[in-house]
């Protein structure tokens, strides 16, 4: 059994990789023999579903954790910033709408078929916009340091927590839609840790962590990605008396 897991990860990490470095007809031919080739183990080892929900959990989440640099660039040219982000988002909704046409555009594409979850085959996968949406309304809305706060919980509350879920797993919260206690607790601990780093407010970093996890828990699907810096931004700028 154990030589199969490895044999099964192995065959699914090839597949998922060369997804990079084709286009058009033969991407598409390969993803189908990649979905084919997990059906018929699945049912063998359910280890390889997982297998494959972390795989595309790592390339959604490192999209969140790159998002983390918003308030590094707005702190040189919050303008600049802005219009990149608006220019990246009608960039991909562009090519979003051509792949659900058959057309595939390199690299976005790509990563797009190998991120999106199952809820979002044959959909257009709306997480990239909104992540962006919430960087943005983050910058427009608040003042320092909230909107670095907010930010900063989209990228590494909300990113780690669904890290944690997928890989931990464990027990999960009542009407949360599978959210787990072991995400809700990375969320938690990553927000407070870089809150309390820039407030240097323990108590302060306390209740806001709280705040941004009770949000990352709440089964409101990609449109976390706006409610999660929205209402973080709002409370810690209410909270440290800045609005």
Not at 98 to 109: A, N
Not at 154 to 174: C, E, H, N, T, Y
Not at 182 to 208: D, E, M, N, Q, Y
């Amino acid at each position: 059994m154990k030589n199969f897991c490895v044999l099964t990860y192995y065959k699914i990490s090839n597949y998922i990789f060369t997804l990079f470095e084709n286009t058009g007809t033969e991407l598409a031919c390969k993803y189908i023999r990649m979905e084919k080739f997990i059906q018929v183990v699945a049912a063998r080892n359910k280890d390889v579903v997982v297998v494959r929900q972390i795989r595309g959990e790592l390339i959604r989440k490192l999209l969140h954790f790159l998002i983390a640099l918003v308030p590094l660039l707005a702190a040189f040219n919050k303008n600049f910033t802005l219009m990149l982000l608006t220019t990246g988002t009608i960039a991909y909704i562009i090519a979003e709408r051509l792949r659900l046409e058959g057309v595939q555009i390199f690299f976005i594409s790509n990563i797009t078929i190998v991120a999106s979850r199952e809820r979002d085959k044959g959909r257009f996968v709306l997480g990239p916009v909104t992540l962006a949406l919430g960087a943005m309304m983050a910058l427009l809305i608040y003042p320092e340091p909230a909107a670095r706060i907010a930010i900063y919980a989209l990228a590494f509350g909300d990113g780690f927590s669904s890290l944690m879920g997928k890989i931990v797993q464990g027990i999960k919260i009542p009407f949360t839609r599978g959210k787990t206690v072991a995400g809700s607790l990375a969320c938690f601990v990553s927000v407070f840790l870089i809150t309390w780093r820039i407030l240097g407010s323990f108590w302060k970093a306390l209740c806001i962590a709280l705040v941004a996890t009770v949000l990352e828990a709440m089964p409101t699907g990609d449109f976390d990605n706006i409610i999660i810096p929205l209402g973080t931004g709002l409370f810690t700028s209410v909270l440290i008396g800045i609005i």
